[in-house]
Each structure stands twice: as C-alpha cells, then as structure tokens.
T-cell receptor
Framework: KNEVEQSPQNLTAQEGEFITINCSYS?????LHWLQQHPGGGIVSLFM???GKKKHGRLIATINIQEKHSSLHITASHPRDSAVYIC?????????????FGKGTHLIIQP | DTGVSQDPRHKITKRGQNVTFRCDPI?????LYWYRQTLGQGPEFLTY????????KSRLLSDRFSAERPKGSFSTLEIQRTEQGDSAMYLC??????????FGSGTRLTVV
C-alpha cells in the first residue's frame, strides 16, 4: 500500500480546459511537494506546501492538512503542460529525510 | 549552469558489470539525495547525505549498492555486479536545510 495516492493516473483533456489532479496521503507530513516530470526524466519542483494555497502563473496548489489531501489545478491548460505530475510528501518524525512519492498522473493536453 | 548535474545521462551495461554514476549538486546545498525510478512508478528513496555524512539508507539499497560524498560536494553511486532488475532511472536531488528540492535530469541505466 502506497502512502501517497494520486488520481487520476492518466488524464487527457483539450487545450483550455481546467485540470485538477488529486493527492491523498496517509502519514503526518511536514511538507508536500508537487513536481513535474517531462519525457527524458528531469523533474522540476512546482510547489512546496505545508498549509493553505499557493499560486504560480496558471498553476494553483492547495492542501488540507486535516483531510490529508492536496490538489494541483491548471487553468487554461496548454499542450506544453503535458507531463507527468507527481505528488511527494516529507514525513514527520524519524526515518528517512527523503520524499515519498506518488506514482504520478500522466497528463496529455490535446490542441 | 547552477542546477544539479548528473553524469552520464544514459548508461547501457552488461549484466555483471559495475557502474558508477556521479551527481554534482548545487554548491551551497548541504543535503543530497539519491532516488530510483522504474517505468510507470514514482521515484523511491535510496539514500541521503548531509554534507559528507550518509545519514540514511533505504532497504532498497542492497549490498551491491554504495554511495559516497567524500568532501561534501559531489556524490557517486556505484552498483556492483549489475542485474537486469537494476535497470531504472537514477535521480539525484539536493536542497538547503529547509527549502525545496532541486532535481538533476537523472541517469538512465539499462542492464542487458
């Protein structure tokens, strides 16, 4: 059982649509990250959240700590937004200092 | 370029050979992480360093794997006696104490 679950696994949408990707986690966390991975493997950090909401351009990320849930929204989606979006959490307390990742959401935006 | 650099980008090796990957983090980042990602999965934590000290190792890191960060700057990840199951993308990331992570582009390993 993965500690971080994302939905949907795959999403195809038309250019201009509003996109929502969801992330649920089962452990106490100190921070949640949204990452973007393009073909070829490189990962770009989009947001780091510990509470509330953050916005950067057309991207919005929200987190509800009580419900252990986060969402990533893309407004006015564009084909260049096509990528894998990964949610990752850093757990509270002891253990590895690294991130625990979801499996990712493969997003395709069609022109 | 002030990002995280990984070398090589791609490596094809025969089963049983040893391979070594290098990661050059952002210079002021004291924390360095190695992750492994197989096809269709999210990355999995392997190990991390704070400066030159290796503070945590995942149970995924078998005896055939070793990582070093000798001077607290670049890091190497060595896999001995490679197996086909080692084929994956190996990702390096670094960060300062409390800020976000910066990832490298990864080294894609194919064991044939």
């Amino acid at each position: 059982k993965n500690e971080v679950e994302q939905s949907p696994q795959n999403l195809t949408a038309q250019e201009g649509e509003f996109i929502t990707i969801n992330c649920s986690y089962s452990v106490g966390i100190s921070a949640l990250h949204w990452l973007q991975q393009h073909p070829g493997g490189g990962i770009v950090s989009l947001f780091m959240l510990s509470s509330g909401k953050k916005k950067h351009g057309r991207l919005i990320a929200t987190i509800n700590i009580q419900e252990k849930h986060s969402s990533l929204h893309i407004t006015a989606s564009h084909p260049r937004d096509s990528a894998v979006y990964i949610c990752a959490v850093r757990s509270l307390g002891g253990g590895a200092d690294g991130l625990t990742f979801g499996k990712g959401t493969h997003l395709i935006i069609q022109p | 370029d002030t990002g995280v650099s990984q070398d090589p980008r791609h490596k094809i090796t025969k089963r049983g050979q040893n391979v070594t990957f290098r990661c050059d983090p952002i210079s002021e980042h004291n924390r360095l992480y190695w992750y492994r990602q197989t096809l269709g999965q999210g990355p999995e934590f392997l190990t991390y360093f704070q400066n030159e000290a290796q503070l945590e190792k995942s149970r995924l890191l078998s005896d055939r794997f070793s990582a070093e960060r000798p001077k607290g700057s670049f890091s190497t990840l060595e896999i001995q006696r490679t197996e086909q199951g080692d084929s994956a993308m190996y990702l390096c990331a670094s960060r300062p104490n409390r800020d976000s992570y910066t990832f490298g582009s990864g080294t894609r390993l194919t064991v044939v």
